[in-house]
């Protein structure tokens, strides 16, 4: 078990207090009012940074209602003269059409074109480099220290065949090379030890995702076939994009879930 999980751990063990969700209504009652006493007391460079914050919450917030609001709302039609007779009972009658929204799909696949996706950890740490790379020096030139090895889990295709050690700038060990990942699916409830397809974006840099590093946060493809997942027009789905939620490197394994 990881070092920050105790508090999990406990609460599986021997639950919670007896009056948790009372205590965790009156905190979510006072947290307006916390707010506003923190807007009146700041001054200077952070009350600018806590209102710039407070400002795009408000908007996401309200963009969210209307997202919501416009999805079966209805609209007057404009008082047009339509060619043909219209019966006498029809004469008083407002004409109304519903609004075509995009369907939350058609957004979902916008985004992920985007590069931008939902995610359970929509923000990682960041990492230096020092901890993701070790200085490699090695041969007769010890002051041309050029070479790198990934101090992190990766994952390489199965045809990957290693470059000359001569031209090898990235060093990838062979004992933290995965494969497989524990993928959780958010509606069944259930884990599936799956293939990784491959690393589709790893947020702490471009660089380490063309290396297939694997870190928290990272958005990865996984062989989803023996679920027998089916899109709407019933063809089988082969793969799906899962993002990792927990350290591989700390761990020693990948644990993922699908986004769905």
Known sequence: ?????????????????????????????????????????????????????????????????KAHQEKDAKVKDADEVKPGA???????REQSRRTKVLSNMIKQKRKEKAGKWQVPIPKVKAMTEDEMFKILRSGKRKKKAWKR????????????????????????????????????????KMTFCLDIV???????????????????????????????????TGKVIWAKYAQVTNNPDIDGCINALLLV
């Open 1 to 65: 078990m990881p070092q920050n999980e105790y508090i999990k751990e406990s609460i599986k063990r021997f639950g919670r207090r007896f009056d948790h969700e009372e205590r965790m209504r009156k905190k979510k009652a006072r947290e307006p009012k916390k707010i506003s006493k923190t807007a009146r007391k700041l001054r200077g460079i952070k009350a600018k940074l806590f209102t710039k914050k407070r400002y795009s919450e408000k908007a996401t917030m309200k963009k969210t209602i």
């Open 86 to 92: 219209v019966p006498a009972y029809l004469l008083d």
């Open 149 to 188: 090895v990934v101090n992190k889990v990766s994952f390489v295709g199965e045809n990957f065949t290693r470059k000359p050690p001569k031209f090898e700038r990235y060093i990838r060990p062979a004992a933290l090379r995965f494969k497989k990942a524990h993928v959780t699916h958010p509606e069944l």
């Open 198 to 232: 491959s690393v589709k974006k790893n947020p702490q840099s471009a660089l380490y995702t063309s290396l297939g590093v694997i870190t928290k946060g990272t958005i990865i493809e996984v062989n989803v076939s023996e679920l027998g997942l089916v899109t709407q």
